[in-house]
Structure formats: structure tokens, C-alpha cells
């Protein structure tokens, strides 16, 4: 078998699997809208199922991403109210030491450093009680008011085609670029594999 034959068909092999994986992952995003060919409907994967993808990718968000029960036991975790406290304290002692003298004068005289210490103990002992409870009944109107679901499937449905690749080629184009490679190298492996076939045969 000539040298040339030899390495046009390994050429021509290694460019085919290229140029295979390349159609293939541009398929993936065209035709942005259907085409009729021959009576076959061509249509990108992506931008043909965007609504679904939108819908999946909305309960993956809405149920194992982001779950308002989780984001509850991180709101309602004492932990926070522990890194709010030096500033609501400080804001109470404020209160008590200069505000209450504004709007009660007169009650403000009967009360001295040992009776501002036992109200602001008395106030953060409360409100160490009232926080979850306030937290878990805020959380428990928001999951009504704010669908996080609809929310993320209504965004990414609203996506026009040319943001969706942009998006997805920014996510996985080290990964097309990998499967476009591979496609050669796999092409090459062909093509040596028929060259030696041809070789050994005759």
C-alpha cells in the first residue's frame, strides 16, 4: 500500500472523527429554530427542550438546592442571633440610657445603672426565646410568597437561544473541546487499524 494512501486515509479517518464530534456538539445548540429537510424536522437539543430543561432545573433548585427548610435551620440557628447580640445590645442599651429619657422624663429619674442592666438582661433573654419563633413564621410566609421553583423555571424558559449556549458552552467547553479531540484521536485509531487491515490482507 502506497505512503500516500496510507496517510490520506489516515488523514481523512482522523478528520472525520473530528468533524463528527464537532457536528454533533453544535447540533446540540442548532438549528436554534426547527428546519424542515426532506420532510425531517432538525432541531437543536437545547434550545428544542429548553422548557423542560427549565422545568428540571427548577425542582433541583427549588427541592435539593435551595429548600426552605434548610435555609430555616440556618436562620433560626442560635448561632446567629449570637452574632447579632453585641448590636442589639447595643442599640438597647442606647435606648434605655439616652432614648427613654426623651420620651419618659420623669420615669427616666427612678431608674439607675442596675435597673437598665436587669431590663436589657431581661429584653436579650426574650428575644434569645422570640427569635425562632419570629424567624420560622417569617420563613413559613415567604415559602408562600416566593416560589423559588416557578421562579428559576420562568427565568431559564424566558432565556433567549443565544444565552442559553453561551451559559452551557461557558459550563462545559473544555468538555466539547475534550470530545472534539477525542474524536480525532479516535478517527486516527481507525484509520491506522484499516491501513494495517489493508496491509495485512494483501
Known sequence: MPWTS???TILLTTFT???TNWVAIKMLFHPRNPVKILGITFHGVFPKNQQRIAEQLGKVVGKELLSFEEIEQKITNPENLQK???????HIDNFLTHKLKDVFPMLSMFIGEKTITQLKDAFLS???ALFPI???GYMAKLQKDLDLEKIVTEKVAAFSTEKLEFILMQITKNEFKFLEILGGVLGFIIGVVQVLANIYLH
Do not use: Q, V
Request: proline residues 5%.
Open 17 to 19: 472523527g473530528w468533524i
Open 134 to 136: 419570629l424567624m420560622k
Open 6 to 8: 496510507i496517510i490520506i
Open 126 to 128: 426574650e428575644l434569645e
Open 84 to 90: 447579632l447580640k453585641p448590636e442589639i445590645e447595643a
